[in-house]
């Protein structure tokens, strides 16, 4: 569905947010994309979606280069490509009503006449399981729940086949959460969406994702399927991430990073994560680690991988 590779975007201040991302998300995938604040999970999410223009790198929608299209054609591109933000307050205008904005997206695509649209947005509430008569709301009149799920209509308007989830339940209180995950995974079946679903989340994405790629100062670390990641990290930063989530049952040791984060417009030589890393040797300090294929499906950037 989509593939991109060396996506690159670099920040007032000399930050590297993104820095030689490959990644790619085949036809009803899911590939969750964890890491820290401010490890650049938001800023790939956004240059794959061209709502920030990558410095470097390819981008393919279909088999298609989505990055030499301007204008019109990349408008029409555009209609097969969504995003769910993850503040829904911040994210609908507060001066459209629900019927305004779910029928925005439809009119900006030229979709439907008036009438049209107006039965598509009352299916569109109904999918995501609100009422026909609150299309005459505003959006302070609805809970974060009611709101990201109108948030979730409003992306699937105009038939998206990739859609992209940023965060889209860390605003949402716990019980609230749940719902919202739920309504995502049967929507996704029901129209085969493919999706990159970012969040801190490790339940969130466990649930969510059958793959998950693991992101550190702007690089993918380790990418894996979703069951043979969570069973057995073989980079120390993803075991050190998933020792921080409590399973009932089980007993773990946590593993406990020394040191901050450090600063994005200077980062480490070699890898990056050396600095906090409970293996690192002389290697670490004076070669990058090159992203991997470790067996089947697997990557991993480390120059002595393995389980902790």
């Known amino acids: 569905m989509i593939d991109a590779a060396g996506l690159a975007k670099t920040f007032a201040g000399g930050v590297r947010a993104v820095d030689g991302v490959s990644l790619g998300i ?5 590939l969750g994309l964890v890491g820290e604040s401010g490890c650049g999970k938001s800023t790939l999410a956004r240059l794959l979606l061209r709502l920030i223009e990558p410095d470097e790198g390819t981008i393919q929608v279909r088999g298609q280069d989505f990055m030499a299209r301007s204008g019109r054609a990349l408008r029409a591109a555009r209609r097969d490509l969504a995003i ?3 503040d829904p307050f911040g994210s609908l205008n507060p001066r459209m009503s629900v019927a305004r904005l779910l029928a925005e997206p439809l009119v900006v695509h030229g979709i439907g006449t008036a009438g049209e649209r107006a039965a598509r947005v009352r ?12 299309e005459n709301r505003y959006p302070h009149e ?19 086949k990739f859609l992209v989830c940023d965060e889209p339940t860390s605003a949402l209180d716990v019980s609230i ?3 919202v995950l739920n309504l995502l995974s049967d929507l996704q079946a029901r129209f085969g969406l493919s999706m990159l679903f970012v969040s801190h989340n490790l339940g969130a994405v466990r649930q969510m994702a059958g793959r998950v790629a693991v992101m550190y100062l702007g690089r993918i670390v380790e990418e894996a399927g979703r ?4 069973a057995e990290p073989l980079h120390p930063y993803t075991g050190a991430l998933l020792s921080a989530v409590p399973e009932p049952g089980v007993s773990t ?3 406990v990073l020394k040191g901050d984060v450090p600063n994005p417009a200077d980062p480490p030589s070699g890898c990056r994560f050396r600095t906090r890393c409970p293996r690192a040797q002389a290697r670490c ?15 991993v950037a480390c120059h002595f991988p393995g389980p902790l």
């Open 26 to 30: 085949g036809e009803g995938e899911t």
């Open 84 to 86: 769910v933000f993850q």
């Open 123 to 134: 299916e569109l509430l109904g999918l995501v399981g609100l009422a026909p008569e609150h």
């Open 142 to 160: 609805f809970s974060g729940g009611q709101r990201q799920r109108i948030a979730i209509a409003r992306a699937l308007a105009p038939g998206p």
């Open 177 to 179: 959460q749940a719902q």
């Open 227 to 230: 069951d043979e990641l969570f």
């Open 253 to 255: 040791t946590r593993v």
């Open 285 to 299: 300090a004076a070669e990058a680690p090159v992203l991997t294929g470790i067996g089947t499906g697997r990557r």
